[in-house]
């Protein structure tokens, strides 16, 4: 009871958290932080005490983590685009026409990229990926690399079926993604000045590679 004589309504009790939950979180917590500063201030000036600040973390915590910034900024690759990837496996592994796979690969795209934090990693590597080497190399093994040898396969299994009528578009699917990379660059630049409707871009782009739907 408390001091009126009335009964003290407990509290429900809360879980406590593990140590690995808290540390988990803290994880979460310092990569929310580094996207929010890499995006401000670039990679170059980015400062890991500012991302530790923004965070509520001690700067030794984010070693505890990851070793350097540059890892840092690995990890927000693996963990934020990585699942990209992995979707564009399973749109792979469905057997659909062509047309159909890169119609589906649009939608993945806006709403799985370029709608979210995302596009905000994928701009600084275009931007600063020449003047950090490990970092371009990180994403295109990581991100690159497998996506284009998705749409390879998918683009070669075309090719066979007839739906594509000459191999050039296999030989460099870089084609299928450009008006991604496009949307990304004028996103960063030039979104201020004009909108662009990334959606309606990357189909006419469809209809130009595979001629208009009959």
């Known amino acids: 009871m408390n001091q009126t004589g009335t009964p003290t309504r407990r509290r429900p009790s809360r879980p406590v958290a593990t140590r690995g939950q808290k540390s988990a979180e803290r994880r979460d917590a310092i990569?929310?932080?580094?996207?929010?500063?890499?995006s401000k201030q670039g990679f170059a000036?980015?400062?890991?005490?500012d991302v530790a600040k923004r965070a509520g973390v001690a700067k030794g915590t984010i070693y505890l983590h990851f070793a350097d910034k540059e890892a840092l900024f690995q990890e927000l690759i693996r963990t934020m685009l990585g699942p990209l990837v992995a979707n564009l496996h399973e749109l792979s592994a469905i057997d659909l026409p062509i047309r159909t796979v890169l119609e589906r690969f649009v939608d993945v795209f806006v709403s799985g990229l370029f709608e979210t934090r995302r596009r905000d990693v994928a701009y600084l590597i275009i931007t600063e990926g020449g003047r950090f080497?490990?970092?371009?190399?990180?994403?295109?093994r990581h991100v690159i690399e497998p996506g284009i040898?998705?749409?390879?396969?998918?683009l070669e299994r075309a090719v066979k079926r007839g739906e594509i009528p000459h191999r050039a578009l296999a030989r460099f699917p870089q084609l299928v993604v450009a008006p991604g990379v496009m949307?990304?660059?004028?996103a960063?630049?030039?979104?201020?000045?004009?909108?662009?409707d990334v959606a309606g871009m990357m189909?006419?782009?469809?209809?130009?590679?595979?001629?208009?739907r009959q």
């Open 31 to 38: 990569l929310a932080a580094a996207l929010d500063e890499f």
């Open 149 to 154: 040898a998705v749409i390879r396969a998918l």
């Open 203 to 212: 189909r006419s782009h469809i209809e130009i590679l595979l001629g208009q």
């Open 188 to 196: 960063g630049l030039f979104e201020r000045f004009a909108h662009l």
């Open 133 to 140: 080497p490990k970092l371009a190399e990180f994403y295109y």
């Open 45 to 49: 000036a980015a400062r890991l005490d």
């Open 183 to 186: 949307a990304i660059i004028w």
